[in-house]
């Protein structure tokens, strides 16, 4: 069965770091893309990027260009969304997803976000 | 704003059919298949429609979905309340970057 796990509920003050996961299984992990989706409090979702894990090959859309990283570790079968600094603004709900064949077919359950002082 | 139009709300009594809309233009939908994504009240979205009209895995077949030009939709008959939910459309540009509408919340009155 495939399952992607992702990491708890993170609090965090504004400037701070974080790196939250996405562990997959059930599927060979280096054979699909990775993608992750912002859901801000009452809105919709938005697409920041994804990655292929096999080759780490990273693609961001052009409105998370340079504010989060996203990377994967193909030993640990996991994928991650990462900050440097956060902002107030960065508190939402963070989802990952499985592509294939252009579907997002398995989502996470959703890693919650709150930035504040 | 979202790059996929939708209307925020659909309603209608249980046993109706809806028709929720999804408008793009010829460099997104007018190219690409179209997905829906059901997402349940305090929910992960889930997959509903791929391709166009094909529906997923586990997904009723009161769920039907239609492409059209640069326009999709997505028509839900015999409405019953745990259909209640906000449904977004998506679909891809050419830089693996997903598009989704912004969402319609559907309420079975």
């Known amino acids: 069965e495939v399952q992607l796990v992702q990491s708890g509920a993170e609090v965090r003050e504004p400037?701070?770091?974080l790196k939250i996961s996405c562990k997959a299984s059930g599927y060979s992990f280096t054979t699909n893309w990775i993608g992750w989706v912002r859901q801000?409090?009452?809105?919709g979702l938005?697409?920041?990027?994804?990655?292929?894990?096999d080759d780490s090959d990273t693609r961001y859309s052009p409105s998370f260009q340079g504010q989060v990283t996203i990377s994967a570790d193909k030993s640990l079968?996991?994928?991650?969304?990462?900050?440097?600094?956060?902002k107030a603004?960065?508190?939402?709900?963070?989802?990952?997803?499985?592509?294939?064949?252009?579907s997002l077919d398995y989502w996470g359950q959703g890693t919650l976000v709150t930035v504040s002082s | 704003h979202s790059v996929l139009t939708q209307p925020p709300s659909?309603?209608?009594?249980?046993?109706?059919?809806?028709?929720?809309?999804?408008?793009?233009?010829?460099?997104n939908?007018?190219?690409?298949?179209?997905?829906?994504?059901?997402?349940?009240?305090?929910?992960?979205?889930?997959?509903?429609?791929?391709?166009?009209?094909?529906?997923?895995?586990?997904a009723p077949d009161r769920f039907s979905g239609s492409k059209?030009?640069?326009?999709?939709?997505?028509?839900?008959?015999?409405?019953?309340?745990?259909?209640e939910a906000d449904y977004y459309c998506a679909t891809w540009d050419n830089s693996l970057t997903a598009l989704f509408g912004g969402g319609t919340k559907l309420t079975v009155l």
Request: one cysteine or more; aromatic letters at 10%; hydrophobic letters at 30%.
């Open chain 1, 77 to 86: 079968n996991t994928a991650y969304l990462q900050w440097t600094s956060l």
């Open chain 1, 46 to 53: 938005e697409w920041m990027g994804a990655i292929f894990p």
């Open chain 2, 29 to 58: 939908i007018g190219r690409n298949y179209v997905y829906w994504y059901q997402q349940l009240p305090e929910k992960a979205p889930k997959l509903l429609i791929y391709r166009n009209s094909q529906r997923s895995s586990g």
């Open chain 1, 89 to 102: 603004s960065d508190s939402a709900l963070y989802y990952c997803a499985r592509r294939s064949d252009a």
């Open chain 2, 68 to 83: 059209s030009g640069t326009s999709a939709s997505l028509a839900i008959s015999g409405l019953r309340s745990e259909d």
């Open chain 1, 15 to 17: 400037g701070e770091s």
């Open chain 1, 40 to 43: 801000l409090p009452g809105k």
């Open chain 2, 10 to 27: 659909a309603s209608g009594p249980p046993g109706q059919r809806v028709t929720i809309s999804c408008s793009g233009n010829s460099s």
